[in-house]
């Protein structure tokens, strides 16, 4: 865990310190903030062979700034957190994603961007499962990942704009339960993360959006026990430029 934490450490400063480097007088920036529903299922060979599903609520926070014509930066932050149902059993989750794309446009001062580039971030996944009365069991996994992003965004159309994007990532991962810890490196063969997110917006001024977000997100782990995660998100954003 100690070496698992440290990349997370250097994750994150990168991430802060690329930030702090952006030039407020040169570059756009656009905050955005939003929550919605998320429908969400997961079987965890950890803790049960059966599915649970349910209903999260989520929270997303994100900043995004224009380094140049070509090139741009998303930083983002999302959180969710709700009761999964087996039957009549149920189990409280909490997920965590913070990541930082950077993008590289292929076709700069277009009606429309393409774009690629890579993509650090980090996901953890807690499970608090009741298996008796008083007695809980706990299942935390834990992923960074260097993958990268890709995807198109248009440039406010008639007032709407667009943005379809998915994020491909493997590198590490870190369990722990009750009864052991384990650190590994995932490959295509024993764990990837895959997310994909479709959004428009609707320009109320010079300085405010409103967006809806779709965006679709799935974990797989074999490198011990079975674990595989799916979540359908809606979410409405208010989007602030400057």
């Given amino acids: 865990m100690k070496t698992f934490f440290t990349v997370l450490f250097l994750l994150i400063f990168v991430a802060v310190q690329a930030q702090q480097n952006i030039d407020l007088n040169s570059d756009k920036v656009t905050i955005a903030i939003g929550s919605g529903l998320s429908f969400y299922s997961v079987k965890d060979l950890n803790i049960s062979n059966e599915k649970y599903s349910g209903i999260l609520t989520p929270i997303n926070f994100s900043w995004s700034s224009s380094i140049t014509d070509r090139q741009f ?95 491909l990532g493997l590198l590490s991962a870190s369990i722990k339960t009750e009864k052991d810890q384990i650190t590994k490196i995932l490959t295509p063969f024993n764990g990837f993360q895959f997310y994909f997110s479709a959004q428009t917006s609707y320009k109320l001024s010079n300085w405010a959006d409103v967006g809806f977000k779709y965006s679709f997100q799935t974990y797989y782990v074999t490198a011990w026990n079975k674990m595989y995660s799916l979540s359908d998100q809606l979410a409405l954003n208010l989007l602030i430029s400057f």
């Fill in 73 to 167: 930066r998303d930083f983002y932050f999302s959180i969710q957190t709700g009761t999964i149902h087996n039957l009549n059993i149920e189990a409280h989750v909490n997920e965590l994603t913070l990541g930082w794309d950077y993008g590289f446009k292929l076709n700069p001062n277009k009606q429309y961007d393409l774009f690629i580039g890579p993509a650090p971030f980090f996901y953890f996944h807690n499970r608090d499962q009741p298996i008796l009365l008083n007695y809980h069991i706990n299942s935390n996994i834990g992923v960074i990942s260097l993958g990268s992003v890709f995807g198109i965004k248009s440039n406010h159309l008639h007032g709407f704009n667009y943005k379809i994007d998915g994020r």
